[in-house]
């Protein structure tokens, strides 16, 4: 039996947003490897198994497309983290992200850094539309954060002072700087000593004392 016409489009629509993802994929490991300004069309084309006509068929420009990327690392990153924090409301929880942040940078051993960070490092100060949309996805990172924070200050872990914004954004700060030392260092104590310290910050506001991990290089606490 002969394709209806809108069984037609629907293949053809979904054959277009395969290519368009295909096109995305490529430039995003391009974009990781060689950065973005480094990162060529032809680059992108070929990597894709694409055209110069099937790529403007989707993008208008590079810029575009390097939004795309920033799209697809966002929700890639916000996935992830969602997952670590939609229960997190205690030291645990935030100690069990600290753990699973330092195994990914010490599998790297420090190489690649932040999916978002690296591009706001590279693209913000020349890039208008890529900072914004780069601000956005860090902003709703720090949400994350603030979320669990929260959470600990309603349930009693955290002093009635704590500001969780502002503790979130200091975690956030610190793990961004981790990532850039632990990067250049190729060593992930940049990032472990980043994180102890962004903790310790809120340990501060803790209403019981809580302990002190001692952590090995691999990020996992050791026995006192």
């Known amino acids: 039996m002969p394709e209806t016409v809108d069984e037609l489009a629907r293949r053809l629509t979904a054959r277009g947003a395969a290519t368009r993802d295909r096109i995305v994929a490529a430039a995003d490991e391009l974009i990781a490897l060689k950065g973005a300004a480094a990162t060529t069309l032809d680059d992108v084309t070929a990597a894709s198994g694409t055209s110069k006509s099937q790529f403007y068929r ?3 420009d590079k810029s575009a497309l ?3 990327v920033i799209a697809l690392r966002g929700s890639r990153v916000l996935e992830r983290e969602e997952q670590y ?3 997190v409301d205690s030291f645990s929880g935030l100690e069990r992200w600290c753990r699973a942040i330092l ?14 960070g690296a591009l706001s490092t590279e693209l913000s100060d020349h890039d208008e539309a ?3 949309d780069l601000d956005a996805h860090l902003t709703s990172w720090i949400s994350l954060l603030t979320d669990a924070l929260e959470r600990m200050k309603t349930n009693g872990t955290l002093t009635l002072d704590a500001d969780p914004r502002k503790l979130a954004t200091g975690i956030m700060a610190a793990l961004q700087g981790g990532y850039v030392l632990a990067q250049a260092a190729r060593d992930p104590a940049p990032m472990e000593v980043a994180l102890t310290l962004a903790m310790d910050s809120v340990r501060a506001h803790a209403t019981t004392p809580t302990e002190q991990p001692v952590r090995t290089s691999g990020g996992r606490p050791e026995p006192r």
């Open 130 to 132: 890529a900072r914004i």
């Open 66 to 68: 390097v939004q795309a």
């Open 103 to 116: 195994q990914r940078v010490t599998a790297r051993r420090g190489a690649l850094g932040c999916e978002l």
């Open 85 to 87: 924090f939609r229960r």
């Open 58 to 60: 989707h993008f208008s």
